[in-house]
């Protein structure tokens, strides 16, 4: 079992950065790989960022591309989502997520968070 508790979300000026963390506990970290989702409102979940379990390989979703960055500590059980540029559009609820296989497969996650909301103001 893991537990995934998501934090740094907020109210930002477009323009701006955020950066976001989940703490994993319960279970040993590093064998899972780790994604961040989001949900805006009226709108299914959506893929925004997935790395292996030893952080060696990352993949983004198109519209986060050269903004968003997904980083790890293993060492502290962390997964961190650098957001710059933030635009209104990546307004959502973030979502972290672990999987124990494949992080190409990181949608069919086998735990996640509760999420942190990010509102980016135009």
């Known amino acids: 079992q893991v537990q995934l508790v998501e934090s740094g979300g907020g109210l930002v000026q477009a323009g701006g950065s955020l950066r976001l963390s989940c703490v994993a506990s319960g279970s040993t970290f590093s064998k899972y790989a ?40 293993n060492a502290k059980n962390t997964v961190y989502l650098q957001m710059n540029s933030l635009k209104p559009e990546d307004t959502a609820v973030y979502y972290c997520a672990a999987h124990s296989g494949s992080y190409h497969r990181i949608d069919d996650a086998d735990y996640w968070g509760q999420g942190t909301q990010v509102t980016v103001s135009s």
Do not use: C, L
Not at 47 to 69: C, E, H, L, M, N
């Open 34 to 73: 780790m994604g961040w989702f989001r949900q805006a409102p009226g709108k299914e979940r959506e893929f925004v960022a997935a790395i292996i379990w030893s952080g060696g390989s990352t993949r983004y979703a198109d519209p986060v591309k050269g903004r968003f960055t997904i980083s790890r500590d």
